[in-house]
C-alpha cells in the first residue's frame, strides 16, 4: 500500500477508536453498555444490524463463495432476509413489552421469563461458545485482509495484531459507539464496493464482456447451486435470528416496537439484495482477476492452489487508486471490528449478567468494570482459537449451528406454547449442541458421512425437537387441570 493509504487508514481507526472511548466515557450502567440505553433509532439500528450479521466474516465470506460458484452464492444472505423478517413478524412483537418492562440485558433472560434459572444458565453456556467462536472467525477475516494487503505479514502475525485491535476497541466501547460507527461504516464501506470497487474492478478486467468470457459460464447462473446447499444455508442462518444474543441486544436497544421491527425490515433488504450480490460480484470479479493471472506475484499464479476467501482482498489491492484503498481498507477493517465487538460484548454480556448473575449490579458504574474484564479474557481466548482455524466461513457456520441446534427449539417452545416445560427446554437444548457438536467433528474428521448430505446441525435440531416434545407432552400430562382431566374422560 501507499504511504497515503496507509496514513488515511491509520488515521480512520483512530478516529473509530476515538468514537469509542468518547460513548466509553458516557457509559454510567450495564444498561449503557450492553444495550445503548435503550433509546437508538431504527436506521442506526437497521445498519448495525446488517455490519453485525453480514460483518467482515460474511464480506470475505461471500467474496470466496463468489470466487468459488459465481453468483448463486448470493443465495446465503436470502436466508438473512427470511430470517430477518420472520423475527420482526414473530419474534419482536412477543419479546420487546417483557424485555422492556423486565429491563433485560440479555438473551437467556429471556428463556429465564418463560421457563426456569437453570434453563437460562445453559442456555448462557451456550451461547457465550458459540459466540467466542464468532469472534474469532471475525478475527481470522481481519487477519486474512491484513496478510493480503501487507504481504510482509504472515497469517499468525496477521490474526495477532488483528485479534489485539479488536480486543481493545472492544474493551473501551458499548453498543452506543458499535452501532454510531458501524452506521458511518457502512455507508463507507457500501458506497465504495458499489461505486468504486466494481466499476474499477470491470473496467480494469477489460469490461464485462471479457469478464464472461475469462469464467465458465454456470458463475452467471443463479441456479448454479445444489438444493442441499441452500437448505443446510436456510437451517444454519434462518434461525440464528430467534437466537443471537447480538440481535436481543439490539431488540431491547430500540425506542419501541414499531422501531425495532422496521430495524429489522430495513436489516433484511440490506442483507438480501444489496449486500448479497455486491459480495459474490466481488469474489466473481476476483476469480477473473486470478485466471488473467494477475496474482502471479503474489505466488498465486493461474491454476496455483489459492485460498478463495484471499481473492476479494488481492482483487481490492490492484484496482483501487491511491487514497481510496487506505479508505476502503480501514472500512472493511471497522466493519469486522464491528462485528467482532458485537460478539464480545455478547459473550461478555453472556458471563457476567447470566453465569455470574449479577443483575443486580446493572446500574452499578464499577459492574462495567466486570463486563470490560471479561471482554479481555475472552476476546484473548477467541485470539487464541483464531490461530487454529483457517476458513471464514466454516468457522462462522460452525458457531451458527452450534447456538442454532441448541437454543432453537426453547425459544419457538417460549414462543408458541402457553406452558412450556422447563425440562424439556433443558434437555433439548443439552441434546441438540451436543449432536451437532459431536457430528460434526466425526464428519470432518473422515470418520462419519452425515445421510444425504445434511448438515449436522440439521440432526441437531432435530433429536433437539423430538427431545422437547416428548417430555413437553409428558409434561402436560402430568399437569392437567381438573378441567382438562375431566374432559379428557
Known amino acids: 500500500m501507499h504511504w497515503i493509504d496507509i496514513t488515511i487508514f491509520c488515521l480512520y481507526l483512530l478516529a473509530m477508536l476515538g468514537v469509542g472511548i468518547y460513548f466509553s466515557m458516557r457509559n454510567h450502567s450495564q444498561e449503557d453498555y450492553y444495550v445503548g440505553g435503550r433509546k437508538i433509532a431504527s436506521w442506526h439500528i437497521g445498519l448495525s444490524v446488517v455490519a453485525t450479521d453480514v460483518g467482515g466474516g460474511f464480506s470475505i465470506g461471500l467474496g470466496g463463495l463468489g470466487f468459488l460458484m459465481g453468483l448463486a452464492g448470493s443465495w446465503m444472505l436470502f436466508t438473512g432476509l427470511l430470517g430477518a423478517w420472520l423475527s420482526a413478524v414473530f419474534l419482536i412483537p412477543k419479546v420487546y413489552p417483557v424485555a422492556k418492562k423486565h429491563r433485560f440485558l440479555s438473551f437467556p433472560e429471556v428463556l429465564k421469563h418463560y421457563y426456569t434459572p437453570a434453563v437460562a444458565l445453559v442456555a448462557a453456556a451456550i451461547s457465550l461458545i458459540g459466540y467466542i467462536g464468532f469472534t474469532s472467525s471475525q478475527i481470522l477475516a481481519g487477519a486474512k485482509l491484513a496478510a493480503a494487503t501487507f504481504p510482509s505479514i504472515d497469517m499468525q502475525q496477521a490474526v495477532w495484531l488483528m485479534g489485539s485491535v479488536v480486543v481493545v476497541y472492544t474493551v473501551l ?252 427446554a433443558m434437555v433439548s437444548m443439552i441434546l441438540g449442541g451436543s449432536t451437532t457438536l459431536l457430528l460434526s467433528y466425526f464428519s470432518e474428521a473422515g470418520m462419519l458421512l452425515l445421510p444425504w448430505g445434511l448438515d449436522a446441525n440439521f440432526w441437531g435440531i432435530g433429536v433437539a425437537a423430538l427431545a422437547f416434545i416428548l417430555l413437553h407432552f409428558i409434561h402436560l400430562s402430568k399437569h392437567k387441570t381438573p378441567h382438562e382431566q375431566y374432559r379428557h374422560h
Not at 478486467?205 to 452467471?220: N, R, Y
Open 173 to 424: 466501547g458499548g453498543l452506543k459507539a458499535v452501532i454510531y460507527t458501524d452506521t458511518v461504516q457502512w455507508i463507507i464501506l457500501m458506497a465504495g464496493l458499489l461505486l468504486f470497487g466494481i466499476p474499477l474492478g470491470i473496467y480494469h478486467l477489460g469490461g464485462w464482456q471479457q469478464v464472461v468470457k475469462t469464467l465458465p459460464p454456470h458463475f452467471m447462473d443463479l441456479s448454479n447451486l445444489q438444493f442441499i446447499d441452500f437448505f443446510n444455508w436456510l437451517i444454519t442462518i434462518v434461525p440464528i435470528w430467534f437466537v443471537g444474543m447480538t440481535l436481543y441486544q439490539r431488540i431491547y436497544a430500540a425506542r419501541s416496537r414499531q422501531s425495532a421491527q422496521k430495524a429489522w425490515f430495513i436489516a433484511g433488504l440490506f442483507e438480501w439484495p444489496l449486500m448479497a450480490f455486491m459480495g459474490v460480484m466481488l469474489g466473481l470479479l476476483a476469480r477473473a482477476a486470478y485466471e488473467q493471472n494477475w496474482f502471479a506475484d503474489y505466488g498465486f499464479a493461474a491454476g496455483m492452489p489459492i485460498d478463495e476467501e484471499i481473492g476479494l482482498p488481492l482483487l481490492l489491492v490492484h484496482v483501487f487508486p491511491v487514497g481510496f484503498m487506505g479508505l476502503l481498507m480501514a472500512s472493511y477493517f471497522s466493519a469486522i471490528m464491528s462485528t467482532a465487538d458485537s460478539c464480545l460484548m455478547a459473550a461478555s454480556g453472556n458471563f457476567v449478567t447470566d453465569v455470574m448473575g449479577s443483575t443486580q449490579a446493572k446500574e452499578h458504574k464499577h459492574s462495567i468494570r466486570y463486563s470490560q474484564l471479561a471482554t479481555l479474557l475472552i476476546g484473548a481466548l477467541a485470539v487464541f482459537l483464531a490461530t487454529q482455524m483457517q476458513n471464514v466461513l466454516s468457522l462462522m457456520l460452525h458457531s451458527y449451528s452450534f447456538m442454532v441446534s441448541g437454543l432453537l427449539v426453547p425459544v419457538l417452545g417460549a414462543l408458541f406454547l402457553k406452558r412450556p416445560s422447563s425440562l424439556a
